[in-house]
């Protein structure tokens, strides 16, 4: 069953260091997603992307944060100077454009970031 | 006033029991609604998707929704340990494109065998 895949499944920086955080999304899946997760909080939207653009962008995703598709596969998320509150369980998400179920996100695995 | 609200639990139940989750929430702009499961230490998948208010059933599942009172449901029958997850309500305000999902906080349901 095809799946949403993410790498690294857990990485620790120091605060101030740059991170990537890296995505395969399901094949034929036009639409990519990230979302985050604080410990013990809700689940929280972060940026979509398609067709090579930002979509739409929360007030979370401000200017320390990119999101690339570099190639036809990968669709990363890169925090450029880390705080000590960006420590979270990242989420990348892809969706099918002709979904029967528009907000049926397929869901990775996450990355776990931890900032000290 | 958070615009999805949802009670974190924990709730436990034996296994058997009819379960009950629900969210209420603010923005009278959202049209569809979801409920995510999450098991520990993965990513939420989608269980049930519903667009107009009233009942959808799927297999021991039942989504409800109550556009009048801004208030959403999901209930599960005969329960079974495997039940025993996060769950998240989801939300959004149209169909078109790929417009963002606003999530409750999920309740964390334990099935006691």
């Known amino acids: 069953e095809p799946e949403v895949t993410q790498t690294p499944s857990h990485q620790v920086t120091q605060m101030g260091q740059e991170v990537i955080l890296r995505c395969v999304p399901i094949s034929n899946h036009l639409y990519f997603y990230w979302y985050r997760q604080i410990l013990g909080q809700k689940v929280e939207f972060l940026v979509s992307f398609y067709n090579n653009e930002i979509s739409e962008k929360s007030e979370i995703f401000d200017d320390q944060f990119s999101v690339e598709r570099p190639d036809g596969s990968n669709f990363t998320l890169k925090i450029r100077s880390t705080k000590l509150e960006d420590s979270a369980m990242y989420f990348c998400?892809?969706?099918?454009?002709?979904?029967?179920?528009?907000?049926?996100?397929?869901f990775g695995e996450g990355s776990r970031l931890t900032v000290l | 006033q958070k615009e999805v609200e949802q009670d974190p639990g924990p709730l436990s139940v034996p296994e058997g029991a009819i379960v009950s989750l629900n969210c209420t929430y603010s923005n009278s702009a959202f049209q569809y609604f979801m409920w995510y499961r999450q098991y520990s230490r993965k990513g939420p998948e989608l269980l049930m998707y519903t667009y107009s208010s009233g009942n959808k059933e799927d297999g021991r599942f039942t989504a409800q929704v109550d556009k009048s009172s801004k208030y959403i449901s999901l209930f599960i029958r005969d329960s079974q340990p495997s039940d025993s997850a996060t769950y998240l309500c989801a939300m959004r305000r149209s169909n078109f494109g790929n417009e963002k999902l606003t999530f409750g906080t999920g309740t964390r349901l334990t099935i006691i065998p």
């Open positions: 998400a892809s969706s099918e454009v002709d979904s029967l179920r528009p907000g049926e996100l397929f």
